[in-house]
């Protein structure tokens, strides 16, 4: 348990990964059906990027920092709109001195009937996650390994919302338990939408990861994925990638259009690109 996220908070990964799950949440909001965010390894909640952890990698910087001193489309400012929205709400109208994880993400952007359930392991982040919800009845925490909380926490009663599974990737096996998270969640929780985030790393582990959840059965299964630079061998992370499962209809469309924009933006180097591809799509496009 030694990762820390405040180390990366804000990074290129945090934008669109915070990115794609705040559009999420802005279509569960279009209906009044209260809906349940589920995140399995929560980290925090909210970072200062003024912290030790924060200045001594400065990864934000090139991150939401570069977003919000850019002069953005429409189209882009349009797709980021609630993301950057959470953003404003936890720095009031101040400058950019904190950065909300994906706990604060959603309940800034939930209702009062939303509910939230949040984990997280690391005996201090589980404690600061905890004083910061002390006073918000729509959240419950819970200290357990994160995919014991697929099985506990599944199905929802409110029968809609979003589980996101964001591991640390610090042990051997993580894609496989990925995989048996994401087979577990649409068991029990068929109709809900699932975000998977990964690390690109080794291609071929990406590759296999990809492949074989692909073969679970999964009816509608989205792949996001973008890096900054070509993506191998030692220093800091140069790629990421996510997996949606029952993605909302338009998040893929919209994805893709952004997509260029948003590679040139975060760049950092030779070789930086992405991508928006279905994994899994189902023939009959045609539900909302």
């Known amino acids: 348990m030694n990762y820390r996220h405040a180390y990366h908070a804000g990074n290129f990964a945090d934008v669109l990964k915070h990115a794609v799950l705040a559009r999420i949440l802005a279509y569960l909001c279009k209906k009044d059906a209260a809906f349940r965010v589920i995140d399995t390894h929560s980290g925090i909640g909210l970072y200062d990027l003024a912290s030790d952890e924060a200045l001594k ?6 991150g939401v920092g570069r977003i919000l001193e850019s002069d953005l489309s429409e189209p882009l400012r349009a797709y980021l709109g609630p993301w950057m929205g959470a953003i404003r709400a936890a720095n009031g109208d101040d400058n950019l001195l904190v950065y909300p994880g994906s706990p604060m993400i959603a309940t800034t952007l939930g ?9 997280e392991l690391h005996p201090e982040d589980a404690q600061q996650l905890d004083a910061l919800y ?6 419950q925490i819970s200290r357990e390994n994160g995919y014991v ?7 929802p009663r409110e029968r809609r919302g979003v ?5 640390p990737f610090e042990e051997a096996g ?12 649409s068991r029990r929780f068929a109709t809900g939408i699932q975000l998977l985030w990964y690390p690109i790393k080794d291609q071929d582990a990406v590759d296999a990861f990809l492949s074989e959840a692909a073969d679970t059965g999964a ?10 630079r070509e993506p191998g061998g030692d220093g800091p992370l140069a790629g990421a990638g996510m997996l949606v499962v029952n993605p909302p209809y338009m998040l893929a469309e919209e994805t893709r259009a952004i997509m260029p924009e948003l590679i040139e933006l975060l760049a950092d180097g030779p070789g930086a690109g992405g991508r928006v591809t279905w994994l ?9």
Do not use: H, K, Y
């Not at 990698?57 to 090139?62: F, I, V």
């Not at 002390?134 to 959240?139: G, N, T």
């Open 57 to 62: 990698t400065g990864e934000w910087r090139n």
């Open 111 to 119: 209702r009062l009937q939303d509910r939230f359930l949040f984990n």
């Open 134 to 139: 002390s006073a918000d009845r729509r959240v």
């Open 149 to 155: 909380t697929v099985r506990a926490q599944l199905p």
């Open 163 to 167: 589980v996101v599974i964001d591991p």
């Open 174 to 185: 993580e894609f496989q338990r990925m995989l048996r998270a994401m087979q577990d969640a």
């Open 219 to 228: 009816t509608r299964l989205l792949c996001i994925e973008q890096w900054i």
């Open 280 to 288: 899994v799509e189902e023939a009959d496009r045609s539900g909302a």
